[in-house]
């Protein structure tokens, strides 16, 4: 599969609404003439030791139990809202995406080394017309315990407090526990999530 070059100049700036979540509007991207459309997405690897990247932070879907393949790093779509609203640079956007997705679904607020790793990872929905596809651009930063600490603290307020967590909005309440990754334990979202830590891991290897 061609990974398309989402950064290239000259690419029409867009947002579509889709059939699975149509209270929202999602960002893309598409050739002028080619006519591919590429919708845009990140995640994110946090971690606390740089001598170990694949112990990193992982996030629950609600509702579902701790041994069901639910873990995923902090991820998810970009808002056309957010692309749409100024001029900047693409790279600026994504990155601007995968600081609001880890506050939303990690509980961790003011990371200032967040990092574009260039990795990719493409594919395309089944429901997709011919020519579109979505892309994940992945992010990563070595962080404090403090840092985790927010994370951790939150969600033993959230076990405690369901009532609490419910009247919290929507983007802010899809995930209800957090742990570090254990390919054993924190068994990976099957939708993407697996192929999106294997080039984690080869990244890291290198």
Not at 28 to 52: C, I, M, Q
Request: charged share 30%; net charge positive.
């Amino acid at each position: 599969m061609t990974i398309y070059n989402v950064f290239q100049k000259g690419l029409i700036r867009g947002s579509e609404r889709l059939p699975f979540d149509p209270d929202k509007s999602y960002a893309y991207v598409e050739h002028p003439t080619e006519g591919w459309r590429v919708f845009l997405r990140t995640a994110s690897f946090l971690y606390k030791d740089s001598n170990n990247p694949m112990n990193f932070l992982v996030v629950k879907k609600r509702g579902t139990t701790y041994n069901s393949k639910s873990w995923e790093p902090p991820k998810g779509q970009m808002e056309g809202k957010d692309l749409l609203k100024n001029p900047r640079n693409l790279q600026s956007h994504l990155q601007e995406n995968a600081l609001r997705e880890i506050e939303e679904e990690s509980h961790i607020y003011g990371i200032k080394n967040l990092k574009y790793t260039g990795l990719i990872y493409q594919n395309r929905e089944k429901d997709y017309p011919e020519k579109w596809y979505f892309q994940y651009h992945i992010f990563h930063a070595k962080l404090s315990d403090s840092q985790f600490d927010q994370a951790f603290e939150t969600f033993d307020w959230i076990k405690t407090h369901p009532e609490g967590f419910d009247r919290w909005k929507r983007d802010r309440k899809e995930k209800d526990d957090v742990a570090w990754y254990n390919p054993s334990k924190t068994q990976m979202n099957p939708r993407w999530c697996p192929q999106i830590v294997s080039l984690w891991k080869q990244h890291i290897r290198k």
